[in-house]
């Protein structure tokens, strides 16, 4: 495998303007390819946006969403592709022919679709079908897979994926800010956000605090560095509906170190470049090839009634 120079992206998105958002990912994409990027990676659903999909009908929902991959977004999404010579990754809903209904994250390039994922624990509608696969792509001789959001903190997930081939873990969100049961979990005023350029230092102080940027370290370097993988998070920045997120996307190595990361409040991507050599210099893949199974196969597989409790989404009805 070659070196990667891969570009990671947040924006403010619109709820439900299709076209809206694909103009940013395209003067992105553009931006990030005159910077010699072979890839950039965009949040979860960032074609449709997010979180205004928990009020939606049924109806609403298949207006919305896309057939994959004869849709007009990702028809343009291959477009932009194309025309900037760069592997361009996005998430949307997708309908199928019976109506059913899903969360997907697409990649594609200049021929068009190259993967495409469904979520495996969707919940911002009740009308969402569950994913019921792991999906594993080449990207320039790199083996990449896809997890969205919640899929992330089941950590078998994680492994699954990576024991799967993948190097590279893309690791699409919309998170932060939002209330939980952990300590230092909420919202974050809109009012921050709208006084950003006379008060940017009130803004950062909670965006990277226990409501944002610290709680994501509890975790998201421990999934890179104990599977070995680069993880390419996404996540958008400002107003999603009426929940405002913190961006932070950034690209995390083997190793659990933060090598590139978007610091602005603006529309705006980090680049890293991926050098495969840390995928087996990283201790995690040394733990990989040291593994019992024999010891926890019938642990881990066991039956159990799986539950979704997600506290933000309440709250966010309430609000």
């Keep these: 495998m070659k070196n990667l120079k891969i570009a990671t992206a947040q924006f403010e998105n619109k709820s439900g303007d299709k076209s809206y958002n694909l103009s940013v990912i395209e003067k992105l994409s553009q931006k990030a390819a005159n910077e010699g990027c072979d890839v950039i990676s965009f949040h979860e659903c960032s074609i449709t946006g997010y979180t205004f999909a928990r009020h939606l009908s049924k109806e609403q929902m298949l207006d919305l969403a896309e057939i994959i991959p004869s849709g007009e977004s990702i028809l343009k999404l ?10 361009i990754l996005a998430g949307l809903f997708e309908k199928d022919e019976n109506d059913n209904l899903f969360k997907a994250y697409i990649c594609v390039d200049k021929n068009g679709l190259v993967a495409k994922y469904r979520k495996l624990h969707p919940f911002i509608n009740p009308y969402l079908t569950p994913g019921d696969r792991y999906c594993i792509f080449e990207i320039k001789g790199w083996k990449c897979g896809i997890l969205i959001c919640y899929d992330n903190n089941i950590i078998e997930n994680v492994r699954a994926t990576k024991l799967l081939g993948a190097d590279i873990i893309f690791m699409p969100h919309v998170t932060m800010c939002t209330p939980s049961t952990r300590p230092g979990a909420g919202f974050v005023a809109p009012r921050l956000w709208e006084n950003r350029e006379t008060d940017p230092t ?16 509890k975790w998201l370097p421990a999934r890179a560095y104990d599977n070995a993988v680069y993880a390419v998070f996404s996540n958008p920045i400002g107003m999603d509906d009426n929940q405002l997120k913190n961006g932070c996307s950034m690209i995390i190595d083997p190793f659990g170190d933060v090598v590139a990361e978007c610091r602005s409040f603006d529309d705006s991507f ?9 995928c087996v210099q990283a201790g995690g893949s040394r733990y990989i090839k040291a593994r019992r199974p024999e010891l926890y196969r019938n642990i881990i597989g066991q039956n159990h009634e799986s539950e979704q409790n997600v506290a933000w989404l309440n709250a966010g009805k309430k609000s």
Excluded: Q
């Design 202 to 217: 009130s803004l950062r102080l909670e965006f990277d605090g226990m409501k944002g940027r610290d709680w994501l370290m």
């Design 78 to 87: 291959t477009h932009i592709a194309k025309n900037n010579n760069i592997v």
């Design 270 to 278: 980090a680049t890293a470049i991926l050098t495969p050599e840390k």
